[in-house]
Each structure stands twice: as C-alpha cells, then as structure tokens.
C-alpha cells in the first residue's frame, strides 16, 4: 500500500508561482512511478508531470506545462514535488499526486495505470 497526501494548494495571480508537495508513505512506494494529474470543473483529468521517484529521472511533462512547471523529488523526505511558475488562469483545477508500480514513455500519461491516488489539493489562478 502507499499513500499520498498533497498540500500546497491556493489562490495566486497569474504570472505567480506555487509549489505542490506530496507526501508519500508505504513499504515500496520509493520504487514507483510518481505522477501528478489535474482535474478542472467540467473538464476531464489531465496528465501534468511524472517522474521515477527512485532515481529523479523518466521526467515527463504535459505540453501545456512545459517550461513553466518541475516536478522533482526529495528521497529524505519521501516528498514529491511540483513547482509551478508563471501560472495562468487556466491552469485551475484540483491537482492530485498518483503512484503506478511502473510507466514508461506515453504510458505515464494514462491516469488508469496508477494505482493510488491523493486527496487532492485546490489550485486557483485569478486573472
């Protein structure tokens, strides 16, 4: 089992900045693949970033994302992150850190292969 708790979340104008943690906890979880997905009102969810947790590499980033948002990974805190910069309004939505025993290439991107799930945290970008 893991699981997966984000924080971070809130209210910031376009052009700031936020930084998402997730924790994470369980026996194997350092061996997974680490996701955040997000999901807007009326909107489907989305894939964001992905990383492998064990060694910070396998990065992958949504179009929509790259450039402005870093996913990365502190082993001594069993904490993801994902720093997100020059924020736009449509980047509203619940954020949620997932974990998936493996992924690779477009396969990170699928939120059906994770496993676990967090609660979610709330990020709104006002214009």
């Known amino acids: 089992q893991v699981q997966l708790v984000e924080s971070g979340g809130g209210l910031v104008q376009a052009g700031g900045s936020l930084r998402l943690s997730c924790a994470a906890s369980?026996?194997?979880?350092?061996?997974?693949?680490m996701g955040w997905f997000r999901q807007a009102p009326g909107k489907e969810r989305e894939f964001v970033a992905s990383?492998?947790?064990?060694?910070?590499?396998?990065?992958y980033y949504a179009d929509s994302v790259k450039g402005r948002f870093t996913i990365s990974r502190n082993n001594g805190k069993n904490t993801v992150y994902l720093q997100m910069n020059s924020l736009k309004p449509e980047d509203t939505a619940v954020y949620y850190c997932?974990?998936?025993?493996?992924?690779?290439?477009?396969?990170?991107?699928?939120?059906?292969?994770?496993?676990?799930w967090g609660q979610g945290t709330q990020v709104t970008v006002s214009s």
């Open positions: 990383i492998r947790y064990l060694t910070g590499s396998n990065i």
């Open positions: 369980g026996r194997t979880f350092a061996n997974y693949f």
């Open positions: 997932a974990a998936v025993n493996y992924c690779s290439g477009y396969g990170c991107y699928d939120g059906a292969k994770y496993s676990y």
